[in-house]
């Protein structure tokens, strides 16, 4: 019951901003396994469709590997393959176009290193990704998220709120009758919060809601995500971070 109120009200909060603003809808799956006692990978997959539109955005596979031999820091690595409607179809005949994504980071539990005995509830992470397209320019992206998951003593329920900077090495901005232009890329701060909701030790749905706020109004929107993990050997700890 509480499952299904709570996705009620996340339906009506953006059933609501449809006519405001653009709403993208965000649909993702993925498979955890803890490979030894500090490695552990995740494999997932990704729905982006386009509600204002009513087209799929974006379709995605992707993999991630995690370290936490380190004290209070993870490390992490990860590769995307994207595929998405292609702009150029006149050139090669092909509906969609493809995208490579590898990337490089690391996590810092902030808690649990200043306070002792803390639980992990305030993270810093940082990510290098460089990602490769046809018909477009490389993109190279620094970004850097801080996610605050608050304490509320239940088992089931874990709430969080986070907040994220991307910052994109190769993006060209000039003005345009007094408004800001940017071609390729744009830097982008992108403003979450959720929650989520373990079933039992294999299954977690999570949901959540995000902000893009980019330099250029016209692309800012809103994206309503619902995630939904599986743990192969949840006796074991796995936490991978999303990308």
Request: glycine share 4%.
């Amino acid at each position: 019951m509480r499952i299904a109120c709570s996705i009620g009200v996340f339906v009506f909060c953006f059933a609501n901003l449809w006519g405001q603003q653009r709403v993208v809808q965000w649909t993702s799956a993925s498979l955890q396994y803890q490979i030894r006692k500090n490695w552990s990978v995740e494999c997932s997959g990704q729905n982006r469709w386009d509600m204002a539109n009513q087209v799929v955005s974006q379709q995605s596979f992707s993999g991630d590997l995690e370290f936490s031999g380190i004290k209070k820091i993870d490390l992490l690595a990860n590769y995307r393959w994207s595929r998405f409607p292609n702009d150029h179809s006149e050139i090669n005949q092909e509906k969609w176009a493809q995208a490579h994504r590898f990337g490089l980071g690391a996590e810092w539990k902030i808690f649990k290193t200043l306070i002792k005995n803390s639980a992990d509830q305030l993270n810093y992470r940082i990510l290098l990704q460089s990602e490769s397209a046809l018909f477009k320019r490389d993109k190279n992206i620094l970004r850097q998220r801080l996610i605050l998951k608050p304490n509320i003593r239940s088992e089931k329920w874990n709430p969080f709120v986070a907040a994220e900077f991307f910052y994109r090495f190769n993006a060209n901005q000039y003005w345009i009758d007094d408004q800001l232009m940017v071609q390729g890329a744009a830097r982008e701060w992108r403003w979450s919060g959720g929650i989520s909701y373990k079933i039992n030790e294999r299954n977690k749905l999570q949901l959540s809601a995000s902000y893009r706020n980019f330099q250029n109004q016209k692309t800012d929107h809103w994206v309503a995500n619902l995630d939904y993990s599986f743990k192969i050997n949840p006796k074991r700890k796995v936490k991978l971070a999303k990308s």
